[in-house]
C-alpha cells in the first residue's frame, strides 16, 4: 500500500500538468477539465493523508492544491501566447508535485521531512493562486462587464479563506487566526476595489495585489509565531515596496 501512495505525487503533478494543457485544445469542456482535475487532485491529497486517518484536517489541506489548479484553470483563459498554455500547465504540475511530495514525507517519512517546507509551499501556492484569482476577477470586469461589487464580495470570502489557509497550515488555529482572516479580507478587498480603478492590465493589478497579498500575510503570519523582529519586518516591506515600484514605473498606463 505504501508503493501506490508513493506515486501519488508524481500523479497528482502529472493529471495536474495534463488537464491543465488539455484546456489549451477543448476550451468547450473547460467546466468538465476544471472540475475533474480539482476533484482528483483532491482525492490525490486525500489519499495522502488517509482522509483523515493519517492526518486529522486533511481537506483543509487539500484546499490548497485544489484552489491552486482552479485559479490557474481560470487564469488560463485570458492568455493568448502559446508558448504561456504549456509554461502555466507544467509550472503549475511541478508545485502541485512538490506540495504532494512534502505532505507524503509529512505523514509518512517524517524523518525526511524538511522543517516548514509544506508550510512555506502553502505560502507560494496561496501567493500564486491570489494572482491568478485577482487577474481573472480583474478580466472579468474589463471583458464580461461584470459588477465590481459582485467581484468584491467573491474576493473578500477567496482572500479571507487563504489567509486562513496559511495559518492553518501553520499550526494556527485558534480565534486569532479568524480574526486575521476577517481583518485582512477586509483589507484586500478594499485594495482590490482600488486598484480596479487604476488605467493599468489586469495582469499588473493581479500582481500588485498579489505583492501587497504576500507583504501582509507574511507579516501576520511571522508576528503570530512570534517571528516578527524589526529585521524580518523592515525584509517584507522593502520587498513590498520595491516589487510595487517595479511594477507601477514599468507598467503600460492606459
Not at 493529471?15 to 475533474?36: D, E, H, Q, V
Not at 500582481?207 to 524580518?232: C, E, H, N, P, W
Request: with cysteine; proline share 4%.
Amino acid at each position: 500500500m505504501i508503493l501506490i501512495t508513493r506515486m501519488v505525487p508524481f500523479v497528482n503533478g502529472l493529471i495536474a500538468a495534463g488537464l491543465l494543457y488539455s484546456l489549451s485544445y477543448w476550451p468547450s469542456a473547460i467546466p468538465f477539465l476544471t472540475l475533474s482535475v480539482a476533484c482528483l487532485v483532491a482525492v490525490g491529497i486525500g489519499r495522502l493523508a488517509g482522509f483523515g486517518k493519517d492526518l486529522e484536517g486533511w481537506w483543509h489541506v487539500a484546499i490548497t492544491p485544489v484552489a491552486f489548479v482552479v485559479s490557474a484553470a481560470l487564469f488560463m483563459l485570458f492568455l493568448e501566447p502559446t508558448y504561456l498554455l504549456l509554461l502555466i500547465p507544467m509550472v503549475v504540475g511541478l508545485f502541485v508535485f512538490f506540495f504532494s511530495e512534502h505532505l507524503f514525507r509529512f505523514v509518512h517519512l517524517p524523518g525526511l521531512y524538511q522543517p516548514y517546507a509544506l508550510e512555506n509551499t502553502s505560502l507560494v501556492l496561496h501567493v500564486s493562486t491570489m494572482y491568478f484569482l485577482t487577474t481573472t476577477f480583474f478580466g472579468l470586469q474589463m471583458f464580461l462587464q461584470t459588477p465590481i461589487w459582485l467581484l468584491v464580495i467573491a474576493f473578500l470570502f477567496v482572500a479571507g479563506a487563504l489567509v486562513y489557509e496559511t495559518l492553518w497550515v501553520s499550526k494556527i488555529r485558534d480565534v486569532f487566526a479568524i480574526r486575521a482572516a476577517g481583518v485582512l479580507g477586509l483589507i484586500l478587498g478594499e485594495t482590490f476595489l482600488v486598484v480596479a480603478l487604476l488605467p493599468v492590465s489586469f495582469f499588473v493589478g493581479g500582481a500588485v495585489v498579489a505583492t501587497i497579498f504576500y507583504v501582509l500575510l507574511g507579516m501576520v503570519r511571522a508576528s503570530s509565531l512570534q517571528k516578527l523582529s524589526d529585521t524580518v519586518l523592515r525584509r517584507y516591506l522593502l520587498t513590498g515596496v520595491v516589487l510595487l515600484l517595479i511594477l507601477l514605473l514599468t507598467a503600460q498606463w492606459v
